[in-house]
């Protein structure tokens, strides 16, 4: 089989018993798991206003897991750059790669949810503009003893870069799309890159990316210099059980909490454009859940690298109602009967 890499995706959703406390508590236990277990890195979704996300500041979680591994890379994914003061967060950075030992790995994105970002006080239709000067700021700031930058939405002259990231010249940054559009723009920068659905529709953005990429090995300017081989991503949520059979029934039991978080924006807006998105017959049907016995998803797992060429799967072992222990129990049946099959031989 190929060489693989594997990560970890969140979200924290809600679950339907048990205090946030415990929630919390529970994801830095399957976290040290997944970091003794090798897994690459750690990634946090940013969220606001719904169930879906209970870490809205990824940062503050963050912190705590890099104190509870030793490993495992952390990172969001993605900061939701419009919603931030680029200035204020340029010290959370610097200080989240330094409290993780240089182990942070830096999505960054402009939302995908227009009420999130809505109830910020911000046009969706505006916010790419934003980020794309947020970033700019991210970078000079993060590489220079002084920032200066004048643009339309940030402005900021002479500042005093008193805290500077571990990683030099900065932490690797990712890009995270559901848009094909947007792939061109990514590789040209030399981002990681992570997506998610159906594997045939998950391909162009994979050759796209590796198509535009090397055109722009030698730009000046180009983002991610010390990151020679980018990662392309898919996530997928994921349930290993014994049997077939145990593992459809946990997963089947655990998704109605997590379609409802998923949707309930929308829902309430009216609005059914992602409603498609939790459909779990569509879901097994078509693999974007890999659930199943070790030997099932390792299949599954082999068929999504050859139809996508992705090279990184990101699985969310913790969502819905999964209980924690259905969680570790997945996690392990993974790392010891699934991860060693992508891992190439060093004999």
Not at 17 to 25: I, M
Not at 106 to 123: I, K, M
């Amino acid at each position: 089989m190929a060489n693989v890499e594997f990560g970890i995706f969140d979200w924290i959703d809600r679950r339907q018993q048990g205090q946030l406390g415990q929630l919390y508590e529970d994801r830095l236990r399957l976290l040290q798991e997944a970091d003794a277990a090798g897994f690459f890195c750690y990634h946090l979704a940013e969220h606001h206003a719904t169930p879906l996300g209970m870490a809205p500041s990824p940062s503050v979680f963050l912190a705590a897991a890099a104190q509870r591994t030793r490993r495992i890379r952390l990172g969001p994914l993605v900061f939701l750059l419009p919603l931030y003061s680029p200035l204020r967060l340029l010290g959370e950075i610097c200080m989240l790669d330094h409290l993780s030992g240089g182990r942070l790995e830096l999505g960054v994105g402009r939302g995908v949810s227009p009420y999130e970002v809505g109830y910020h006080g911000f046009d969706p239709a505006r916010t790419r503009p934003m980020f794309q000067e947020a970033l700019e700021v991210l970078v000079k700031g993060m590489t220079s003893p002084r920032l200066d930058f004048q643009g339309e939405h940030y402005r900021y002259d002479d500042v005093p870069m008193e805290l500077a990231p571990l990683q030099r010249p900065y932490p690797p940054l990712w890009y995270a799309t559901s848009n094909v559009e947007s792939v061109a723009w990514a590789a040209a920068q030399n981002m990681n890159l992570v997506g998610l659905g159906p594997a045939a529709a998950y391909r162009p953005f994979v050759e796209k990316y590796r198509a535009v990429w090397p055109e722009h090995r030698g730009d000046a300017g180009r983002l991610n210099p010390h990151v020679a081989t980018p990662r392309i991503g898919i996530n997928r949520q994921v349930v290993v059980a014994d049997t077939d059979k145990e593992a459809e029934a946990i997963a089947r039991a655990a998704h109605p909490r997590w379609a409802a978080s998923f949707v309930k924006l929308w829902a309430d807006h009216g609005d059914t454009a992602v409603a498609h998105r939790v459909n779990i017959d569509a879901a097994l049907t078509h693999e974007t859940m890999l659930v199943g016995s070790p030997e099932r998803v390792r299949d599954q797992i082999a068929r999504l690298t050859d139809a996508t060429g992705a090279n990184y799967v990101i699985g969310c072992f913790a969502w819905g109602d999964l209980t924690q222990e259905q969680s570790l129990r997945s996690l392990r049946l993974f790392t010891e009967k699934v991860m060693p099959a992508f891992q190439r031989s060093t004999s």
